[in-house]
Nanobody, 121 residues
Framework: QVQLVESGGGLVQPGGSLRLSCAAS????????MGWYRQAPGKERELVAR???????NYAESVKGRFTISSDNAKNTAYLQMNSLKPEDTAVYYC???????????????WGQGTQVSVSS
């Protein structure tokens, strides 16, 4: 079992910035990739950004140039720096980790509890 703990959400004005963090903990696992998804009311959950253990990143078109995903592999932590926030970025943001569990030699996907990001004046 792997636990993901998110932090950093909140209310910000348009044009502002927020930084989300997601820390993974557990026993005998390795992380293949971590990512951030978001879900706005009445909409489906969508990928925002993803980073592999090798550092390869990909972003949703709507956030390119504004959001940056990074990771600290030694701390099993991923970060999402969000700049130039817009009202349409308002959503619950969920951390996702693609994990290899060494005990079972199996890949699993884990989700965080979600953190609210609200962009409003």
């Amino acid at each position: 079992q792997v636990q993901l703990v998110e932090s950093g959400g909140g209310l910000v004005q348009p044009g502002g910035s927020l930084r989300l963090s997601c820390a993974a903990s557990g026993r005998r696992f390795s992380i293949n990739a971590m990512g951030w998804y978001r879900q706005a009311p009445g909409k489906e959950r969508e990928l925002v950004a993803r980073i592999s253990s090798a550092g390869t990143t990909n972003y949703a078109e709507s956030v390119k140039g504004r959001f940056t995903i990074s990771s600290d592999n030694a701390k099993n932590t991923a970060y999402l720096q969000m700049n130039s926030l817009k009202p349409e970025d308002t959503a619950v943001y969920y951390c996702n980790a693609e994990v290899f569990e060494m005990i079972s030699s199996t890949y699993f996907a884990y989700w965080g509890q979600g953190t609210q990001v609200s962009v409003s004046s």
